[in-house]
T-cell receptor, first 115, second 112 residues
């Protein structure tokens, strides 16, 4: 099973709303990632968690707040977003953060529209 | 700063053709290189991972090669099928920040 599950698949939110994106994997992976992808562009790294601790924050605005409650779950809390934040948000995981043989597995993504 | 380039940006071929997608990177200090497939509006599916010490990997009709010293990788697709139509992305994993740096992708269309 190489599955990363993301919910919801689609989300429409107003600029004053608070919502969350959720990600789950049961592969025993200890590194989890959030990426943002705009149309016709490659994914851009936002956050990396390693052993449930935040390892990388790519200078993401504070209106995006990640959380890793346990080794299987990763959340992205959204608050006061802007229309330009509309994008496909991808969650990914890998066995560990370091190492040369680390395949990264992606979920199907959550389509976010900010109105 | 690592930069990844994919050529061509788009490719249209008739069914049954063998084809090659190219990926180049500027810094040869990589952990590995991974090829992904992305269907419209979907997530990324991992196709092949080549570790920095390896030269190639094969999976079914796919073969990926890596020449780290020259900063190049190719993805060879044999006997292409309409179901192969998708965007193909290569990404290198860099040490230090442990980031995955993506190319812009090649949009492949296989015509029946």
């Amino acid at each position: 099973d190489t599955e990363v599950t993301q919910t919801p698949k689609h989300l429409v939110m107003g600029m004053t709303n608070k919502k969350s994106l959720k990600c789950e994997q049961h592969m025993g992976h200890r590194a989890m990632y959030w990426y943002k992808q705009k149309a016709k562009k490659p994914p851009e790294l936002m956050f990396v968690y390693s052993y449930e601790k935040l390892s990388i924050n790519e200078s993401v605005p504070s209106r995006f707040s990640p959380e890793c409650p346990n080794s299987s779950l990763l959340n992205l809390h959204l608050h006061a977003l802007q229309p330009e934040d509309s994008a496909l948000y991808l969650c990914a995981s890998s066995q560990v953060l370091e190492g040369t043989g680390n395949t990264i597995y992606f979920g199907e993504g959550s389509w976010l529209t900010v109105v | 700063k690592q930069e990844v380039t994919q050529i061509p940006a788009a490719l249209s071929v008739p069914e049954g053709e063998n084809l090659v997608l190219n990926c180049s990177f500027t810094d040869s200090a990589i952990y590995n290189l991974q090829w992904f497939r992305q269907d419209p509006g979907k997530g990324l599916t991992s196709l092949l991972l080549i570790q920095s010490s390896q030269r190639e990997q094969t999976s079914g009709r796919l073969n990926a090669s890596l020449d780290k010293s020259s900063g190049r990788s190719t993805l060879y697709i044999a006997a292409s099928q309409p179901g192969d139509s998708a965007t193909y992305l290569c990404a290198v994993r860099t040490p230090g920040g442990n980031k995955l740096v993506f190319g812009a992708g090649t949009i492949l269309r296989v015509k029946s």
